[in-house]
Nanobody, 126 residues
Framework: QVQLVESGGGLVQAGGSLRLSCAAS????????MGWFRQAPGKEREFVAH????????YYADSVKGRFTISRGNAKNTVSLQMNSLKPEDTAVYYC???????????????????WGQGTQVTVSS
């Protein structure tokens, strides 16, 4: 069992930066792959970034590649998303998620993740 709590969202102007954090509890956190997803009003939840259990492999949606960076600290049970050069289209509720390593096949699919945080709002003004 893994519990996830996001923080760090807020209002920022276009071109600005935010850093989202996700605190995980549960003894087996380090054996989970982690992901960030987002959902804008009226839209489906979409993949943003993924990091594997060891932190040695990352993957990004094309829309955020080069602007966002995902990282994890297994000793501190955290995963972060550094967001730079933010655009109005990045506005959404951002969720962190954990997926078991041995069952994950498609890292960009929400269905592959077993645990979710409550979400944190990111609003980028133009």
């Amino acid at each position: 069992q893994v519990q996830l709590v996001e923080s760090g969202g807020g209002l920022v102007q276009a071109g600005g930066s935010l850093r989202l954090s996700c605190a995980a509890s549960g003894r087996t956190y380090s054996s989970y792959n982690m992901g960030w997803f987002r959902q804008a009003p009226g839209k489906e939840r979409e993949f943003v970034a993924h990091i594997n259990w060891s932190g040695g492999n990352t993957y990004y949606a094309d829309s955020v590649k080069g602007r966002f960076t995902i990282s994890r600290g297994n000793a501190k049970n955290t995963v972060s998303l550094q967001m730079n050069s933010l655009k109005p289209e990045d506005t959404a509720v951002y969720y962190c998620a954990a997926g078991a390593v041995h069952t994950m096949v498609v890292r960009t699919s929400p269905a592959q993740y077993d645990y979710w945080g409550q979400g944190t709002q990111v609003t980028v003004s133009s």
